[in-house]
């Protein structure tokens, strides 16, 4: 894996590779009634300070894999709880026990126990230690942000001092494949995103089981934040299947510039 950093110097132009396991276990991605934040930016127009997508078409509801025996991870402190799972159709990611939300950073492991998500709610406090934005597609309720906030934080803990991608889930749905991104700005400037390009294999065998390019027309990019993780919710075709004994491998480039947010 090559990461390059984000510096005025040297635009973070890379390529990254992440591996999921697939295991038993249902993650499900909703779409429900759009809240998002943000702005569209096809135009080349100066978008807003919150991260801009370019790509907001609603996509189906949709199903996924997660492993169900990870140990959990609980090390950001989350006040006002709830005392049971509440809003467990909440749009975005839905988690049912016993199954996680796994992510894997470097060798390390993160993973959210669906106890630990469901007792987040929108009245929760979340530390806010990053700048967590989420796709318009995401739908956001209140409950939504508050869960993704915190996932955030669980990202910025382990991420390095790299602009990088990660892939939580690949999701096959009909003749689509839906994943979600965590796109992680470490740096003191906002980061331009363009031709970002996803390819997931699956193996044994190795076969592309889907693949996509986003922010690729003119005038189309996607800001990240300065100390920003930005969670895309990309759809692109399905090229192939995907059994329960196969590997994942997600790879993705892309072409970036740091800039100021009134520059971007």
Known sequence: MTRRPVTANRPPRGVAHARQRIATGTVVLATLVMSATGCVSNDGATPSSSPSTTLATPS?????????????????????????????????????????LSLEIGNEDITVEADDWNTISGSSSVPGEWNAALDPDMHATPTTRNRFQYLADLIGRHTGPDFTLYSIANIRDGRDVVSVVPIVNPGHTAVR?????????????????????????EGQHLVVAPHGIYFARLTTPALGDAKPTQTRSTDFSWNADTCSTSAC
């Open 60 to 100: 189906p509801t949709a199903t996924a894999t997660a492993p169900s025996d990870a140990v959990p991870t609980t090390e950001v402190s989350v006040s006002g709880r709830a005392t049971a799972p509440v809003e467990t159709d909440a749009p975005g990611i839905q988690l049912v026990p016993p199954n996680v």
């Open 193 to 217: 995103l363009t031709r970002l390009t996803m390819t997931v294999t699956v193996s044994p065998p190795k076969v592309t089981f889907t693949k996509g390019t986003f922010y690729a027309a």
